[in-house]
């Protein structure tokens, strides 16, 4: 699970495929802290090559609510909320 979109680095690098993964997430039943990475492209990723960024998060997590009980989904749905990676495509 991933999330593929064009991305500018902060060094003003433009990655038209830019892979961004949901790599570490914590906290307890009502919060999560995730990091997600960027990297030039999916083979960079597996080749696991350097990443260009990464990026943390937070939110409250509605588990209970209207949560679906996975948090790695949970953290993808929030991510792509978020204005800069509401155009990223599931990949």
């Known amino acids: 699970m991933a999330i ?3 991305w500018q680095t902060p060094q003003g690098v433009t990655l038209p495929n830019a892979y961004l993964r ?3 997430f914590s906290g307890n039943k009502n ?3 995730y990091s997600v990475h ?3 492209d999916e083979k960079a990723r597996r080749e696991e090559r350097p990443v260009f960024e990464e990026r943390n998060f ?3 997590y509605p588990q209970g609510k209207d949560g679906t009980g996975d948090i790695i989904v949970a953290c993808y749905e929030h991510l792509k ?3 800069e990676f509401s155009k990223g495509l599931d990949v």
């Open 81 to 83: 909320s978020l204005p």
């Open 38 to 40: 960027v990297s030039a």
């Open 58 to 60: 937070s939110f409250e």
């Open 4 to 6: 593929k979109l064009a």
């Open 31 to 33: 919060y999560i802290q």
């Open 22 to 24: 949901v790599m570490f």
